[in-house]
């Protein structure tokens, strides 16, 4: 029972304090789809993701996310369009969803900007009822009401690349969705739920220090209405352009190792490790995130910038 209510307590924060929502991902520079939907198309070839995340090991209840995405260019690479589907659960809570992308691409001097438009819905379940209270209380009202609501929502981002540097900010979802219904038990006691706006800024940069040695360090800012701003920091080393290891520092949260593989020219593999600096880690023994990338083809103007973004 402890182990399900601290479950429970961090959702329930989560919501109050209007923490952060969305997913989180280790490997966010392989998952930038889901933070900016101008990124659609920026790889000039048809791409495929995959990232699956177990979270605080140990804790049962404890986040699950595993999360698809598909992006290409369009023929005359103006246009970018890209979906992904996803799949969040935290104890008691499942938020399952899919988002379609469309990104304008203009090119520059050295690069390409990107405007950038996604929308989509999310099915939020909460099933309160399953929660076993103590034999013998009272019967609770906040837990006697289930939650199975359709959550729709839209987002924009501006994304801006070139063969060493990205720069990009979004706003995934812009409309503050209430988990609950209007007549439900929690609204009446003022509890209310909902979705809070959500700003991610990124960027990277690849600096070459020998021909077979390339440091990339990047970063994600996340903000969101009412709490405090989390940065993501992040550094890889490449070594000749087909092994990466890394580090991270997620602020006021954990330290992560990072690995990558390039396996051949179309595929990729990741492995992320997180390690909790917080009081929770006395409860876990860390998380686990694997990121799998294939490319279905390759075109002669392809640049150089997408193997490392």
């Not at 998952?31 to 790889?43: D, F, I, K, Q």
């Amino acid at each position: 029972m402890k182990k399900y209510f601290l479950v429970l307590f961090c959702f329930i924060s989560a919501l109050s304090a209007k923490a952060q929502q969305d997913a989180l991902y280790t490997q966010y520079m392989f998952n930038t789809l889901a933070v900016n939907p101008a990124y659609a198309g920026s790889r000039n070839v048809l791409s495929a993701t995959a990232l699956l995340r177990t979270q605080w090991v140990g804790v049962e209840g404890a986040p699950e996310t595993q999360t698809i995405s598909f992006d290409a260019a369009m023929p005359n690479k103006r246009v970018g369009l890209g979906i992904q589907v996803f799949n969040d659960e935290l104890g008691i809570t499942k938020t399952t969803g899919a988002y379609a992308s469309y990104a304008y691409r203009i090119p520059m001097n050295k690069g390409t900007l990107a405007f950038g438009l996604q929308g989509g819905f999310a099915q939020f379940r909460a099933d309160f009822s399953s929660v076993q209270l103590n034999t013998g209380s009272p019967l609770d009202a906040s837990f006697s009401q289930n939650i199975n609501k359709t959550l729709p929502n839209f987002g924009f981002g501006v994304y801006y690349n070139t063969e060493k540097f990205y720069f990009g900010v979004a706003t995934p979802h812009l409309l503050n969705n209430r988990f609950t219904d209007e007549n439900s038990v929690a609204v009446s006691n003022n509890l209310i739920a909902k979705q809070y706006l959500h700003v991610f800024i990124t960027s990277g940069y690849v600096f070459k220090l020998t021909n077979d040695f390339k440091l990339k360090p990047s970063f994600l800012i996340k903000g969101v209405f009412g709490a405090p701003i989390q940065a993501d920091l992040s550094a890889s080393l490449w070594i000749a352009d087909r092994l990466s290891v890394g580090g991270q520092y997620r602020t006021g949260d954990a330290f992560s190792g990072l690995f990558e593989l390039q396996v051949s020219e179309q595929f990729r593999v990741g492995y992320a490790y997180d390690h909790t600096v917080t009081k929770l880690g006395n409860y876990n023994s860390g998380s686990h995130e694997i990121m799998l990338r294939y490319e279905f083809g390759f075109t002669k103007d392809r640049i150089v910038a997408p193997r490392y973004f």
